[in-house]
C-alpha cells in the first residue's frame, strides 16, 4: 500500500494540523500569554504539594484551596508589606540619587587632590564627569522603570487574578490532561515524545521549583542581614540579591555590587560589614541551602553555562541572562536527541 494511503500518514497530518492550530490560536490570543505563565509557574510549585497532600487521604480538590489559602495569606501580607516599602524606598531613591553624585563627584576631587603631584589630564577629568552624569540618568531611568513595573502589575490585577483560576483546573485535571495526551501522540511517537517531554520537565522543575525557592530564601535572608547592619534601602538591595542568584556564577557578583556601591557612600566600615554579610550568606547558600534544595541539575558543562549566559546577556540583557541556562539545558536535551536518531 502506498505511503499515503497509510493510516499512521493521517495520524501524522492530523497531529501536524493540531499543532499548527494550537500554535496559531496561542498567537492569537498572546495578550493572555502572561496569565498562562503564571498558571504554570504555580502548577509547578503546587501541584507536588497537593499530591503529597491527596496521597495521605485529601481530595485534590481540598488540597489545592487549602494551599491556595496559605498563598492568599502570603501574597496579602507581602502586598500589604513589601509593596508600600518597595514604593517607598524606589521614591527615596529617585530623591537620593542626586545627592549620591554630588557624594561621588566629591569622592573624585578628593581621590585628583591625593594625587596632585600626577594631575589628572582634562581630557581624562571630563572622561570621568561625563560617566559620572551618565550613571545618574541611568539610576534614574532604571529606578523610574521599576516603579513604572510596579504600577503595572498592580494595573494588571485581573491577569494576576486568571492565573490561579487557570492553575486550578489545570491541577485538578492534571491526569486528564496527561491521558488526553498520551491519546493523541502516535504510537509510533510516543516513546520519543514523553522521553522528550520528561527530561524538559526535568529541567523546568529544578529551574521553577528549585532556583525560585533559592531566590526568595537568599533574598529575605540578605534584607534582613542588610536591615541589621543599617544598610539602607535594605528590602530593594535584598530582592536584587534574590533575583540574581538565578545567573549562575555571575549572580552573586552581580547582586552585591549594587549594595557595595550603596555602602561605599556611607562609609568604608559599612563596606565591610556589606561584604561579610554577602560572603556569609553565599556560604550558606553554597554548602546548605543549594545542595538540599535544588535537585536535577541542568547537566550542562560549566563552560557552556558561561557561553550560554555571556550570548543571553548580550542578546537580551539580565533577562536574557536570567533564562539563559534553562533554555540552553533544553536545547541540548533536543539536540542530543536529535543527534541519536539520526546515528
Not at 179 to 192: F, G, L, N, Q, T
Request: proline residues 4%; aromatic residues 10%; without cysteine.
Amino acid at each position: 500500500m502506498a505511503w499515503w494511503k497509510e493510516k499512521y500518514t493521517y495520524r501524522y497530518l492530523f497531529l501536524s494540523l493540531l499543532i499548527i492550530l494550537i500554535l496559531y490560536f496561542l498567537y492569537l490570543v498572546r495578550g493572555l500569554f502572561v496569565p498562562f505563565v503564571l498558571a504554570i509557574l504555580l502548577v509547578y510549585l503546587l501541584n507536588p504539594l497537593v499530591d503529597r497532600m491527596e496521597r495521605r487521604g485529601s481530595s485534590r480538590v481540598v488540597a489545592i484551596l487549602t494551599l491556595y489559602l496559605g498563598v492568599i495569606i502570603v501574597i496579602t501580607s507581602l502586598f500589604m508589606y513589601g509593596v508600600p516599602r518597595m514604593v517607598n524606598q524606589l521614591e527615596r531613591l529617585v530623591e537620593s540619587i542626586p545627592l549620591y553624585t554630588d557624594q561621588v563627584e566629591l569622592m573624585v576631587e578628593n581621590l585628583q587632590r591625593s594625587f596632585a603631584d600626577s594631575s589628572v589630564p582634562p581630557g581624562v577629568q571630563r572622561i570621568v564627569e561625563e560617566r559620572i552624569g551618565w550613571v545618574e540618568a541611568e539610576l534614574l531611568a532604571v529606578v523610574r522603570k521599576s516603579i513604572d513595573l510596579l504600577m503595572t502589575i498592580l494595573s494588571n490585577l485581573f491577569n494576576i487574578i486568571l492565573a490561579p483560576v487557570l492553575a486550578f483546573y489545570i491541577m485538578r485535571d492534571l491526569e486528564l490532561l496527561k491521558s488526553w495526551a498520551r491519546s493523541i501522540v502516535p504510537k509510533e511517537m510516543a516513546a520519543d515524545v514523553f522521553y522528550l517531554a520528561k527530561q524538559i520537565d526535568l529541567v523546568f522543575s529544578s529551574f521553577i521549583r528549585g532556583h525560585l525557592t533559592v531566590v526568595v530564601i537568599i533574598g529575605v535572608l540578605t534584607s534582613l542581614s542588610f536591615m541589621l547592619i543599617g544598610l539602607e534601602f535594605a528590602t530593594m538591595l535584598g530582592i536584587i540579591a534574590g533575583i540574581t542568584e538565578l545567573i549562575p556564577y555571575f549572580g552573586p557578583l552581580i547582586g552585591a555590587i549594587p549594595a557595595v556601591a550603596m555602602a561605599l557612600l556611607h562609609s568604608k566600615w559599612m563596606v565591610i560589614k556589606v561584604v561579610l554579610a554577602v560572603f556569609f550568606i553565599q556560604q550558606i547558600e553554597g554548602n546548605v541551602i543549594s545542595p538540599r534544595i535544588l535537585g536535577q541539575r541542568v547537566g550542562l558543562h560549566p563552560l557552556a553555562i558561561i557561553v550560554a549566559l555571556l550570548a543571553g546577556g548580550h542578546l537580551f540583557g539580565i533577562g536574557g541572562m536570567l533564562l539563559a541556562v534553562p533554555m540552553a539545558a533544553i536545547f541540548k536535551i533536543i539536540v542530543s536527541f536529535a543527534w541519536r536518531k539520526l546515528n
